[in-house]
């Protein structure tokens, strides 16, 4: 992760330069990667477990749902934006997309990075803090989509339109909190006529 980071992304990870800043063999790495793209994914399972760790660090010590569900998704955002590499990793770098979906290690990482959100928001259901308009996995799928969205955006330098990250964070949260609050459960939920007619 460190040569992923510091030399500018996937171009510069191979097994031969691994080995050298390891001080191993060359043929060392294959003892644990068949190859690079299972490297990758790797490094991709790891990057996810950062993101879940730092949103778990965010919520440690506060019990309510709310205050959770704000830290949470402020962390996710500024963590994204401190190290845009390693979030492009998790992201983007996808170059071999059917090898990476058939990878045990990266699917648990994801799932668990995202569970982080829909635990906050089952629990702030059960207590009558969140209304139950969206189920806690839907609810977290829109605040991932709003976080990730704003991320990108800031990685790739597309705020030139007179708003910046500072002003957009807050009033992004308060935004997703407030609809998922207002929402009409009937209008949310989908039933079998809409799934199906």
Not at 89 to 101: G, T
Not at 125 to 142: E, I, K, N, W, Y
Not at 179 to 196: L, N
Request: aromatic residues 8%.
């Amino acid at each position: 992760m460190s040569v992923f980071e510091k030399e500018g992304g996937e171009d510069a990870i191979s097994f031969r330069r691994l080995a050298t800043e390891l001080g191993l063999s060359y043929t060392a790495p294959y003892r644990y990667f068949a190859d690079k793209q299972e490297l990758m994914n790797a490094l991709r399972a790891r990057a996810f477990r950062w993101i879940e760790a730092e949103m778990r660090e965010a919520i440690a010590g506060l019990s309510e749902p709310k205050q959770q569900l704000e830290s949470l998704a402020a962390a996710y955002i500024s963590s994204g934006m401190a190290h845009p590499h390693r979030y492009a990793l998790m992201f983007f770098a996808l170059d071999q997309l059917e090898v990476a979906k058939r990878s045990i290690e990266l699917k648990a990482a994801k799932r668990d990075a995202l569970d982080v959100c829909t635990q906050v928001i089952a629990a702030g259901q059960a207590r009558g803090d969140f209304p139950r308009a969206f189920d806690p996995l839907t609810a977290s799928h829109l605040f991932w989509i709003g976080a990730h969205g704003l991320v990108s955006l800031q990685v790739a330098g597309q705020f030139v339109m007179g708003r910046d990250v500072q002003v957009l964070v807050p009033t992004l949260i308060h935004a997703l909190r407030t609809g998922m609050e207002h929402a009409d459960a009937a209008e949310t939920v989908p039933t079998k006529e809409k799934r199906h007619g």
